[in-house]
């Protein structure tokens, strides 16, 4: 795994590779009582130093997800809350898990056409287009849309989890969302080097997202490759 420097408001690389063990954790690539392999040879394995590595693991084990025992080592909690940066993040790699990033394509602020659902209570929005990678695999792209009326987003202080943004930037976050999973086929403005050209059919999800409020405030499209990630609902 590489974990994201380029972006300055990138997540730190200890929370990455926190949120990297968190994904594994519950797609069942780790499972509960298993013991992690020794910090020196983990951190050499994710190329970070054993004091980041160190930092990752107390995160989990403040969620409850790692029991560290003196003299033993580190176990995996299953049973612990995963309340994750990404927790409503559902696309992961066929063999499960992968940490997420993205690489931002554009952000407007433009009123919104008249094919997209009603959600929000403006006529405008903040429209970003991303193209998502998990770990260093590119599987997707996505257009977000964010209703004024919640805020406006400013790409530069954009990081790779829009709703962390959400609520450290705009002073909400988001509560539900809704998915409707289907085909579709990629948009124009897909990037050459995304895995499949414009217009052919891939994976398509559709997520309408709330805040406390009673309507959505924010609606998103996505296009994943199926031959590169799976949607994956876990029910708990």
Do not use: C
């Not at 298993?34 to 050499?44: F, G, K």
């Amino acid at each position: 795994m590489t974990t994201n420097n380029r972006n300055p408001n990138a997540l730190p690389i200890y929370v990455q590779i926190a949120e990297l063990l968190i994904r594994e954790i519950a797609a069942g690539r780790m499972i509960d009582g298993e013991r992690l392999p020794p910090e020196r040879d983990m951190a050499a394995e994710l190329k970070v130093s054993v004091g980041t590595l160190r930092k990752s693991l107390a995160e989990l084990e403040k969620k409850g997800m790692l029991e560290r025992i003196q003299g033993s080592g580190n176990y995996v909690r299953e049973t612990g809350t995963q309340n994750s940066v990404y927790a409503m993040f559902r696309l992961e790699l066929p063999e499960g898990g992968g940490l997420p990033r993205a690489d931002i394509l554009s952000v407007d602020q433009v009123d919104k056409p008249a094919d997209l659902p009603e959600f929000g209570a403006s006529g405008r929005g903040s429209r970003v287009r991303r193209m998502r990678y998990l770990n260093d695999t590119i599987i997707a792209v996505e257009e977000i849309w964010l209703d004024e009326s919640a805020g406006r987003i400013d790409r530069n202080l954009l990081s790779d989890s829009l709703y962390r943004y959400y609520q450290h930037q705009l002073g909400f976050w988001i509560t539900r969302a809704e998915d409707r999973v289907s085909v579709g086929k990629l948009p124009g403005w897909t990037p050459e080097t995304f895995t499949k050209p414009a217009g052919e059919t891939v994976g398509y999800i559709e997520r309408f997202s709330w805040s406390e409020k009673a309507e959505p405030v924010e609606f998103s499209k996505t296009w994943f490759d199926p031959d590169r990630a799976t949607y994956v609902q876990r029910l708990k």
